[in-house]
């Protein structure tokens, strides 16, 4: 029998590693999968595992205010070896790029433990943006012995750092996993609620800004965007903004959007609340990587608060738009596709180039060793 070590620090962890153990967990007799949280973020973290029905069996407890990423990564790090001394582990599996994710691949690196790297190979080469991620993540590939990769674009930019191609399997997201058994939940009263007070002839837009590097003058002039567009289409435009608990979020949006009438500033989420009023948005605008991974799933367009994006399958495709934080430019596209349906409708199609929801079964086979197709993008 395997061992694995799923390795989860953060909300987007959880959300995109919860189907890959659930996946794991229906084969009890080939594999024993332990699952360790890190509560990188604390809150935010449980809801998600409680949506998917996960108790961990280790809990770091490592939250703490105001802690900075050497603090976090070195905290991380001793915790996680910690466990995997603790009994003979075939693998450690990580997601992403987060501290939590580069300390576990260190872990089981220095104590022996094969390393699995799930969305492996995303890459901006710009060491700054997204930042610290761009760096977790490519010293995760020099780390790691199996590299899952969603896209083929992601497998060409590892082979291109002589990752071995024999190491490398194309699997699409697990987020469109979690994406589908979110959409087909049974919608809360929070979520009815929710939209209960959105008026029906109103068009919604969902606004997710948290990114490290968004903070200060770029939050700023996306929420003085916002702001402008809310007075611009008071009637035909409704904005529901969940605000990450972050300090350096909550002060700007609640100065700036607090008291614009058809602005939602809301707590966070759930995930299956969050992709429940998703669902019935007509935009998205966010610097978030997994919604721009879910959106064409939903098959509503999604506008990037980002300079670049590690995921430039969409913008290929045009099922996506790169904004940037300039405040005239979000306003000029948001115009655009408010004011006319033709330009709104150019960035929906039928196909989603992240995922078709089985990435998770086969990540699983191959670990296990059973049979398996690789994802094939449309």
């Given amino acids: 029998m395997l061992n694995v070590l799923v390795v989860i620090g953060t909300r987007p962890e959880a959300i995109k590693l919860a189907p890959t153990i659930l996946e794991f967990q229906k084969d009890p007799n080939k594999v024993n999968v332990e699952v360790c949280v890190t509560a990188q973020h604390r809150a935010l973290l449980d809801d998600v595992l409680m949506n998917f029905a996960i108790t961990p069996d280790y809990d770091l407890n490592l939250m703490s205010d105001n802690q900075t990423l050497d603090e976090i990564f070195s905290k991380c790090l001793s915790g996680i070896s910690n466990i995997l001394r603790q009994k003979s582990y075939d693998w450690v599996l990580v997601q992403g790029d987060t501290s939590t994710a580069l300390s576990a691949a260190l872990s089981g690196f220095y104590n022996h433990v094969k390393v699995a790297h799930i969305e492996a190979g995303l890459r901006t080469y710009d060491k700054l943006e997204p930042y610290p991620e761009e760096i977790n993540r490519q ?14 674009s992601a497998k060409s930019n590892l082979t291109s750092e002589q990752i071995s ?31 209960s007070n959105t008026q029906p002839d109103k068009k919604i837009i969902m606004l997710t800004a948290h990114r490290r590097e968004n903070f200060g003058k770029p939050l700023k002039m996306i929420c003085k965007a916002i702001q ?5 289409y008071e009637k035909e435009i409704h904005f529901i903004y969940p605000v990450h608990p972050n300090p350096n979020v909550q002060s700007i949006v609640g100065k700036l959007l607090k008291n614009t009438e058809n602005v939602s500033l809301l707590d966070p989420l759930n995930y299956f609340d969050f992709i429940q009023v998703l669902k019935h948005a007509y935009l998205i605008i966010t610097d978030s990587g997994g919604i721009q991974e879910e959106a064409p799933t939903l098959q509503i367009p999604v506008f ?38 033709s330009e709104h409708d150019q960035y929906i199609q039928s196909s989603n180039p992240y995922g078709d929801g089985l990435a998770s079964h086969r990540i699983v086979s191959n670990i296990i060793g059973l049979p398996f197709n690789e994802f094939v993008e449309n």
Avoid: C, W, Y
Avoid at 139 to 152: E, G, R, V
Avoid at 172 to 178: K, P
Avoid at 313 to 339: A, F, H, R, Y
């Fill in 165 to 195: 191609p024999q190491s490398i399997i194309i699997t699409g997201n697990t987020v469109i996993d979690s994406l589908k058994l979110a959409a087909d939940s049974k919608q809360s009263n929070l979520v009815k609620k929710i939209l």
């Fill in 139 to 152: 010293l995760i590939s020099k780390i790691a012995d199996l590299h899952f990769a969603p896209t083929m």
């Fill in 228 to 232: 402008h567009l809310a007075q611009k």
């Fill in 304 to 341: 990037i608060l980002r300079n670049r994006t590690e995921r430039s399958e969409g913008i290929t495709k045009g099922i996506g738009l790169i904004l940037g934080t300039n405040k005239n430019t979000i306003i000029e596209e948001v115009s655009k596709v408010i004011d006319f349906r």
